[in-house]
């Protein structure tokens, strides 16, 4: 089992850059795929971003795929989304997950509380 918990919101201009991090406690980061997502106000949750269990696979929605990285250090059981070129659309509470299955999975079984991201114009 795993417990995400998100950290690198904030507040920053369109244009600008933010790197979100998520700590998962517990002995088997290293076994999980995991993701990024985000959900706007009034909207469903988005897909952003997943990674496989040992880095070498990342699965990046189209919609980011240009401005947006996702990594991870296993030892540190951390992993980052790095945010570039950042746009006011992209204001939304960003959420750390954690999967036993692949990168390309829609199933997560495990949820940080989320992260605000907010963009001004």
């Known amino acids: 089992q795993v417990q995400p918990v998100e950290s690198g919101g904030g507040l920053v201009q369109a244009g600008g850059s933010l790197r979100l991090s998520c700590a998962a406690s517990?002995?088997?980061?290293?076994?999980?795929?995991m993701g990024w997502f985000r959900q706007a106000p009034g909207k469903e949750r988005e897909f952003i971003a997943a990674?496989?269990?040992?880095?070498?696979?990342?699965n990046v929605a189209d919609s980011v795929k240009a401005r947006f990285t996702i990594s991870r250090d296993n030892a540190k059981n951390t992993v980052y989304l790095q945010m570039n070129s950042l746009k006011p659309e992209d204001t939304a509470v960003y959420y750390c997950?954690?999967?036993?299955?692949?990168?390309?999975?829609?199933?997560?079984?495990?949820w940080g509380q989320g992260t605000q991201v907010t963009v001004s114009s």
């Open positions: 517990g002995r088997t980061f290293s076994s999980y795929t």
């Open positions: 997950a954690a999967t036993p299955w692949a990168v390309t999975t829609t199933r997560y079984d495990y």
């Open positions: 990674i496989s269990r040992s880095g070498s696979s990342t």
